[in-house]
């Protein structure tokens, strides 16, 4: 019988992965029953074997930028081998024609594939797929909950659950509020809790909250709705503010070994009662976009609700204070960076209490505002790497590809890659990784912050920024090597009876 294939790109696997790829387990659950269990690839955990592919089969194929040109090779591939080939994914959403021209898709799904995946999937098995079907921005209560019993065993430290979609901000450099739509679009508590639950009976105590920002209403919205003679915005706004509060006290009554994660605006910082909720909840990490530690660079980003300097210290020590973590996010490369820049950014980062650091190069990423402005510049469409015009660059093999993308008005390109590489070294030096290792009390909880961040600079750092292939091969090795270490740190022992809180205990369904 045919099969569905789901598969999750990518040229280098680790045999293990810090985060579960959401959206094949919750495509998986799209597809139903009627044509058997889909076959799961991630190919962060192993590359896929074409022989597992037979004609007929139908493969859906998840892309964004930065695993277009692996997912293309593989969907010319697959369809060499008489399998129905569908591309969904931002990537795709935003070049459905490159999909079909490029990577041999039959069909190509735009927007949320959680509604539509179940019709691409009959029509391809009824040999008559359309080229293009829009799946558009589903509502929240309609965002399918994921078949986690698919789940390869202790493979992955931190699964992930969504809660909602969209983002009211519009920075530069970001497609998400282009994408997932400025309006944030909220799932029911209900199923959130259902799923973490789940989640936990499986032995998962750590999960991360992948939303695009959790602190969707800021005192600023409130105030401005205020102001309005129309009541339903502000009613809106409160009640969409009110379910992350209900959202929030029905995660503190899971299992007290249980520690969330999620993505957030720096705004939160104003709220000590939604951070205290927080808190309560056991959300004890946020990666917070920080970008740029200058009012000059936030002008560069359109991130003008950010804070700088003191205030900006000010702000991220505020999560620390109420005991929450922060993984503070910057970018290098910006107009307005000097040679100070990099030192300058790290300094502000330990005197800020980060926990984590990330530091990327500035990228016009397609579906952003940097990138039309980049793209549209005439001397750069007839750039060229190995015939490949540099406004497409996530076409250029992966080792072939520029680190940065533009001239800067005073450093050379070498001194930002330099510096940036600076920035990690120094971020995440034994000596200082120890040290901060602090905030946690166990020796076995030390150990483990200690992998952790290792793993995060040998994954992201060495293999994102440095050219040299030696360095960026040790550090695939390296990060394979603590990646097994770091899983059995993080997973705990399955609770199979563990309830919904407030109810007896029921078999995990998927509800949609
Ligand atoms: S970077 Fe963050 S805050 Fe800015 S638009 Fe993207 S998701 Fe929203």
Redesign the pocket.
Known sequence: MSRVHLVNPSTKSFGVAVITPRWLYVLAAATGSRWGDPQIVDETLEPLDLETISSGDVVGIGIHTGNALRGYEIGNQIRARGAWVVFGGIHATLFPDEATSLGGAHAVVRGDGDVIWPQVVADCFAAKPRPVYDGGRIAGEQFVSARWDLLPDRRYMWASVQTLRG?????S?????RTDGQEPRQRSVDRVVREVVELRRRGFRFIALAD??FYPVTFADLANARRRTDPAPLRELDALRQERFDLMARLAELPDDMVFYT?I?MEAAEDPAFLDAMKRARILGALV?VESVTNEGLKDVY?GFNLAGDELVARLRAFRRHGIHVLGSFIFGLNSDTKDTFDATVALAERADLTFAQFVLLTPFPGTVDFDKWAADENRRGTTVDGVPITQHWLIPESRRPRLYAAHPTMSLEEIRVGTQRAWDRFYSWRQVWARSRVVESVRARIAFVLISKLYRQMYANTGIATDSARVQRSTRWARWIGHACRRLFLGDPMPDLTLPGEALEPAINEG
Do not use: L, R
């Open positions: 983002c009211p901000k519009h920075c450099f970001c497609s998400v509020w695009d920002n993505q605006t976009g991130k």
